[in-house]
């Protein structure tokens, strides 16, 4: 079993849909849980961080930890075609130090 | 707003050859890593660095080595290419964890090797 899994996609949904990009990890000590966004040719950029469990919005993106279940979700409501990337998703460990990657995610929105 | 650069945006080189890849970030960050990205593996870490002339192995260190003889910069280097090392490369810096951040990670560009 891999650390961090992701569907890799691609994920093709039409302008304005509410996108549901999930992952789940194996190691129980991560505490600092991030997703990146990486456009095409570009280095990845951190969208959202959550510590511990529980959700955390920010404008049209919501982050939601399962500690529980070591699954992580990123929603995105009212999809813009410049949502168009790679979504990874990183837990990191006790000092957010030791950030394991996902494989990415790649979503297409469509006008 | 932080800046890291790679000196090379993509490069072609031989089997057998030495390369260096620079990064350079301008924000005094205390931490910077090399990964390397491929298609279906996502990043995986080569090398980081918590202080000047202080260097850790990452997850897949085997045929690189790197220097960082500087704060604000951190040189990957491929000793004799191989094919198997056509990627794309990413330097990163960081904060060190605590009331300044969770420690997040910021990329350059990256900078595409090809291995001949």
């Known amino acids: 079993q891999k650390e961090v899994e992701q569907d890799p996609g691609p994920l093709s949904v039409p302008e304005g849909a509410i996108v549901s990009l999930n992952c789940t990890y194996s190691n129980s000590a991560f505490q600092y849980f991030m997703w990146y966004r990486q456009y095409s040719r570009k280095g990845p950029e951190l969208l959202m961080y959550?510590?511990?469990?529980g959700n955390k919005e920010d404008g049209r993106f919501t982050a939601q930890v399962d500690k529980s279940s070591k699954y992580i979700s990123l929603f995105i409501r009212d999809s813009q075609p410049s949502d168009s990337a790679t979504y990874l998703c990183?837990?990191?460990?006790?000092?957010?130090?030791?950030?394991?990657f996902g494989p990415g995610t790649r979503l297409s929105v469509l006008p | 707003d932080v800046k890291v650069t790679q000196s090379s945006r993509y490069l072609v080189k031989r089997t057998g050859e030495k390369v260096f890849l620079e990064c350079v970030q301008d924000?005094?960050?205390?931490?910077m890593f090399w990964y390397r990205q491929d298609p279906g593996l996502g990043l995986r870490l080569i090398y980081f660095s918590y202080d000047v002339k202080m260097k850790e192995k990452g997850d897949i260190p085997e045929g690189y080595s790197v220097s960082r003889e500087k704060k604000e910069r951190f040189s990957l280097i491929l000793e004799s290419a191989s094919t198997n090392q056509t990627s794309m490369y990413l330097c990163?810096?960081?904060?060190?964890?605590?009331?300044?951040?969770?420690?997040?990670?910021?990329f350059g560009e990256g900078s595409r090797l090809t291995v001949l």
């Open positions: 959550t510590y511990s469990s």
């Open positions: 990163a810096s960081s904060l060190t964890p605590g009331a300044r951040g969770a420690g997040e990670l910021f």
């Open positions: 924000m005094d960050h205390e931490n």
């Open positions: 990183a837990p990191g460990g006790n000092y957010g130090q030791n950030f394991v």
